[in-house]
Structures are given as structure tokens and as C-alpha cells.
């Protein structure tokens, strides 16, 4: 596995979002020296929380080929129902928070059967719900329009929740170790299998630079207020959606059907299946995080899950790497993607720039990310691996 013969034939891997972040950061540190503290960094871990875990589900209809322009109304109809539920009915926060992940799934079970068994586009299915979603959320929120959540509450502790140092530091010492041994379980099967796998060097290289990377994100949150229960959540749905994708026959299957839908049925796969759980895991996650929308801002409103709520989230993975043309890409891209995203708007604020010089910039990096996947892709077929 020779890194540089990858980079030539167009297998990018997450490097260019990595430089483009770091680049993105020493620009705005340059601007503004508040931009990499520690409090504006916390500050931007709770920003990304929620459009990550949205981003997240995302991934999941990209990889499909497909997309879904449903996310941030299902978001905002998730936080409104959150709502009525706990202000207006009475009900306990958890028993809430369950019922509107159930019904986040049911609303992708329901466009997933409409575009795998009735042949619609998910295009028009997604679009249609945005709309629909949108009009239930705003009724539901009739006649006040928002519904405030109490500050000390279940739901609101979600995004407003820090880790002490000591534990912090215990759950870096055990992610790295988990990295670790999977990352060297890894290699050692496929050697045994006789397979190509990364040198001793390169798996060293690679637990030592996560270590130094988690190590110094914690450091710095603990010099705050310590590492936000958000992130540990957002971070815990990548990994758990990671492992999906690349360790069990599920993952293996969405790929499949992203790759070549009729060679993924010959081989036996149910595409109909596969293409409505997958919808229907985009809704759910989508509906967390309307939660996580609703805790961070202790309300839920007509402006919860906004349009570009979707688009941001959709531009996410495309800056992370997941290809348009579905087969390809991971939740730890989509991840980065949204981190870039949420420094583009951090630095804009702390700069006191208008937003509509941020939805540009956001259009500039998203456009750079597809010419990006285009030539990748490009890249890939002349070296006979598209």
C-alpha cells in the first residue's frame, strides 16, 4: 500500500479536507488570534454537533448514489415534536426523545418505500417531504411559533453538558487504545490472509498521530470547560457508523448498491431492503439531531432545521469526501467536512462578517470539493479502478 502510487491514481483519501482545514484555521488565527482558543473551540464543537450527526446520515443516502433533501425539515418537525411533547403533553424527556427517533424512522421507512418500491426519484420524494415535514413542523408550533425547553431539563443537557478533566481523559486513553488494536488486528488478519496491508511503520504512524491529535483536543477542552458531551456523542455515532459500513455485511451491501445497484442484486443483495433502511437511518439520525438542534438553543421554532440546514449538511460529506456518484466515502469525512464548515462560520463571526460572505466561501470550498471528487474519480479510471 504505497501512499503516493494511491494520491496518482486518484485515491485522495482525507488529505485535501486536512490541509484545507488546517489552512482554513491559520488563515482566520491570523485574522482574529481569539479563533484557537480554547473557549472558541468548545464553542465549535457544540456548533458541529448537531449538522455532524445529520451530515452523518447523509453519508449513508450518498453512498446509495441517491440523496435526501428531507434532513432538515425532518430535523426541525423532530425538534417541534420534541416540544409539544415535554411543554404542551407532559411527557417525561426520554420517553419524548424515543418517540421522535421512532418517528424520524417511520418518516424514511415512508419515503424510502415510496422511491425503492414505487420507483419515484428520491430527489422528488426527499423534496416533496422537505415541504411536507416543513408545514407539520410549523403546525405544530401554532399559535406561538416557538416553545421554549427548561434550562435544567433531560434534553437540554445534551449539548450543555462538560466532561470533568479526569474523565476526558479516560475516554481519549480508551478510544486510542480501541484504535489501536483495530488498526493492528487489522493488518495482522490480513497478512495471515495474504493480503496487501500498511507496514508496522504506517500503523504506528497512524496510532501515534491520532493519540497526539486526541491528546491535544483534549488538553485544550479541559482548559476550558472540560470535552462537551455533544462531541463525545457526535463522535460515538461516527465511529458506530464507520464500523457499520466497513465491519459487517449491511455496510458491505450499501456500498454494493452504490457501486452497481444490478451487480449487487445478481450477487443477491435486496436493494429495496438496503435503500429503505437506509433512508429511513438518514430520518432517524436526522430527528436526533433536531434534538440536539432544540437542546443547544433550549427552544424549538419555525427556524429549527432551516432549509440550509440541508444544504449544509449535503455539503458536508461532499467537502468530506463522499462521492455524488455514490460507493464511495466515509462518516469520518463527513465529520471533517462539517468541521470545515463549522470553522467557515466560527471565523466569519468572530471577524463580524456579514453571512452572506460565508455562504459564499461555503459554495467556493463545497464546488472545490466536486471538482476535487471529479478528477479523483477521473483518476480512478484511467488507472482501471473507477
Known amino acids: 500500500m504505497n501512499p503516493l502510487k494511491n494520491l496518482r491514481s486518484g485515491e485522495l483519501g482525507a488529505w485535501p479536507v486536512i490541509i484545507g482545514l488546517f489552512v482554513i484555521w491559520a488563515v482566520f488565527q491570523l485574522l482574529n488570534d481569539r479563533f ?47 416540544a409539544v411533547l415535554t411543554i404542551r403533553h407532559g411527557w417525561g424527556d426520554i420517553a419524548a426523545i424515543i418517540a421522535v427517533l421512532v418517528l424520524g424512522a417511520l ?11 414505487l420507483g419515484v426519484p428520491a430527489f422528488v420524494v426527499t423534496l416533496a417531504g422537505s415541504i411536507g415535514w416543513l408545514g407539520l413542523q410549523l403546525f405544530l408550533l401554532r399559535p406561538e411559533g416557538t416553545i421554549n425547553l427548561p434550562y435544567d431539563g433531560t434534553i437540554a443537557k445534551i449539548t450543555h453538558t462538560n466532561l470533568s478533566p479526569a474523565a ?27 493480503l496487501p496491508a ?37 463522535v460515538g455515532i461516527t465511529a458506530l457508523v ?44 436526522a430527528a436526533f439531531g433536531g434534538i440536539m438542534l432544540a437542546s443547544r438553543g433550549y427552544s424549538a421554532g419555525q427556524s429549527t432545521g432551516a432549509n440550509d440546514t440541508t444544504l449544509i449538511a449535503i455539503a458536508a460529506a461532499v467537502i468530506g469526501g463522499v462521492s455524488l456518484f455514490g460507493g464511495r466515502g466515509s462518516t469520518y469525512g463527513a465529520l471533517l467536512g462539517t468541521v470545515v464548515l463549522g470553522s467557515i462560520t466560527s471565523g466569519m463571526f468572530l471577524l463580524q462578517l456579514d453571512s452572506s460572505i460565508r455562504l459564499m466561501i461555503t459554495a467556493a470550498v463545497l464546488l472545490a470539493a466536486v471538482i476535487l471528487d471529479a478528477l479523483s474519480r477521473r483518476g480512478r479510471k484511467a488507472h482501471g479502478r473507477a
Open 168 to 194: 476526558g481523559w479516560i475516554i481519549a486513553i480508551l478510544a486510542i487504545v480501541i484504535y489501536a488494536a483495530a488498526v493492528f488486528f487489522n493488518r495482522s488478519r490480513r497478512l495471515a490472509a495474504g
Open 36 to 82: 484557537l482558543t480554547a473557549q472558541n473551540l468548545s464553542n465549535l464543537a457544540l456548533q458541529v454537533a448537531a449538522l455532524g450527526t445529520i451530515s452523518i446520515g447523509i453519508v449513508l443516502v450518498l453512498l446509495l448514489g441517491e440523496i435526501d433533501l428531507s434532513v432538515g425539515s425532518v430535523a426541525g418537525l423532530g425538534a417541534a415534536t420534541l
Open 107 to 117: 418518516i424514511g421507512v415512508l419515503q424510502g418505500t415510496i422511491f425503492a418500491k
Open 242 to 285: 464507520d464500523f457499520v459500513l466497513k465491519r459487517t455485511r449491511y455496510g458491505r451491501s450499501i456500498f454494493a448498491v452504490g457501486g452497481n445497484a444490478e451487480a449487487a442484486r445478481r450477487a443477491g443483495i435486496n436493494i429495496t431492503a438496503i435503500r429503505i433502511s437506509v433512508f429511513a437511518l438518514a430520518s432517524l439520525l
Open 198 to 234: 500498511i507496514s508496522l511503520t504506517q500503523a504506528l504512524i497512524r496510532v501515534v498521530g491520532l493519540a497526539i491529535l486526541i491528546g491535544a483536543a483534549v488538553a485544550v477542552l479541559n482548559s476550558w470547560q472540560g470535552v462537551p458531551l455533544a462531541l463525545i456523542i457526535l
